[in-house]
Structure formats: C-alpha cells, structure tokens
Antibody, heavy 119, light 109 residues
Framework: VQLVESGGGVVQPGRSLRLACAAS????????MHWVRQAPGKGLAWVAL????????YYADSVKGRFTISRDNSENFFYLQMDSLRPDDTAVYYC?????????????WGQGTLVTVSS | SYVLTQPPSLSVAPGQTARIPCGGN??????VHWYQQKAGQAPVLVVY???DRPPGIPERFSGSNSGGPATLTISRVEAGDEADYHC????????????FGGGTKLTVL
C-alpha cells in the first residue's frame, strides 16, 4: 500500500489550494479514504472522509463549508479542495486509509504535505 | 462534538511501565485506537480496537478500555519508545467524525 500526497505549499489567507493523493497497492475502489492534518506542534485532527463510491462525504466542523473531498476511482486518486483558507489551516496534511474497507483504525498514512497559510 | 482528553506529557525511566490515559464521555462504549508518532514522521498504529496489536508491534504495547479512561500501557520502556502517542475514536453522534486526543509526549528519562 502506498499513499503519496501532492499539492501543498504557501498560500495567502482567503485563497484556495487543492491537495491530491495517489493511491496504489490495494483495491482503491473498495475503500473509504480520509484526510487528517497536524498543525505545527499540535496533535492530529481528522479532516474529512469520502465513501468508496464518492457518494457520501463527512467533514470536521472546522472545515465544513470550506473544504471539499472528492475522488477519481478510474485514476486511483482522491482530493481535498480547500477554499477560503485561514492561517489556522496551516498544517501537514496526510491522506489515510483504514485497516478495513468499512472501518477501524488508520493503518496506512501518506508522508504528508505541508500547507502554509500566510500573507 | 465528542472530545478525547490526554495529558500533554509523561516521563518514565527505562525499564519501567508507562500508562497513558485517554478520557472521553462513555469511552468504554467506543473502540479506541492508539498511534505512535516520532518526530518528523507519520503516525504508526500500535493498538487498535482497544487492545489488539497490528503485526510487528511488540507485546510490550497493550491497551485497555473497560471502565475509567482508555489506557495505553507500554511495559519495559525503551529509549526508542520516546514519541507522541495519540488516541482516536470514530463518533457518529453528530454525523460521522473522527476524533483524536491532543496527544501525549512520552519522555524516556
């Protein structure tokens, strides 16, 4: 199993950024996928999930209405569109897969991509 | 929303036992997962579903969740166990969300 994030960088407050996660080594279309973030010096924070078919999405209260998770099952990618970014969105963003298709703990993590929101 | 509470830090001498608590409302009704995170690295799952260990995790790592806070226990602590430890649950009381504790920095003296 391999998860590789891309798309991080420095962005001004109020602007947008799109993260991508390339998944390989497993049956991507069977799995719910997640984004988790970690602000500098802080703990982990779950961000969003998308069902295996993309029909169902859930978000943390802190990003609801600003972030959108999506997936492309034909290419084994999923995404996090981040709009109206704020300084407190600054974090390392990890894409993640659970131990089983339906639930359980996060077993696989990407290496993380840093998003810095600053003017 | 559901909240998990961990102490920010814990110090233990080598060879001793570290017990890291994770508190939450009626936490005994939830499955608690634990992650170890060393500096600059992605987290690693060390205990899941309260007390199960993934392959490759030493038996020194164990978990419990049966009354009181959920607890990660590390027996015979080694210098290499120095890391941040995070507890986590899934909560469906308000939609569906993942919840992490604030993390505990374990220092091996």
């Amino acid at each position: 199993v391999q998860l590789v994030e891309s798309g991080g960088g420095v962005v001004q407050p109020g602007r947008s950024l799109r993260l991508a996660c390339a998944a390989s080594g497993f049956s991507f279309t069977n799995y719910v996928m997640h984004w988790v973030r970690q602000a500098p010096g802080k703990g982990l924070a779950w961000v969003a999930l998308i069902s295996y078919d993309g029909r169902n999405t859930y978000y943390a209260d802190s990003v609801k209405g600003r972030f959108t998770i999506s997936r492309d099952n034909s290419e084994n990618f999923f995404y996090l569109q981040m709009d109206s970014l704020r300084p407190d969105d600054t974090a390392v963003y990890y894409c993640a897969r659970l131990r089983t298709p339906s639930g359980g703990p996060v077993l696989f993590w990407g290496q993380g991509t840093l998003v810095t929101v600053s003017s | 929303s559901y909240v998990l509470t961990q102490p920010p830090s814990l110090s233990v001498a080598p060879g001793q036992t570290a017990r890291i608590p994770c508190g939450g409302n009626n936490i005994a009704t939830k499955s608690v997962h634990w992650y170890q995170q060393k500096a600059g690295q992605a987290p690693v799952l060390v205990v899941y579903d309260n007390s199960d260990r993934p392959p490759g995790i030493p038996e020194r790592f164990s978990g419990s969740n049966s009354g009181g806070p959920a607890t990660l226990t590390i027996s015979r602590v080694e210098a290499g166990d120095e890391a941040d430890y995070h507890c986590q649950v899934w909560d469906n009381s308000n939609g569906f969300q993942g919840v992490f504790g604030g993390g505990t920095k374990l220092t091996v003296l």
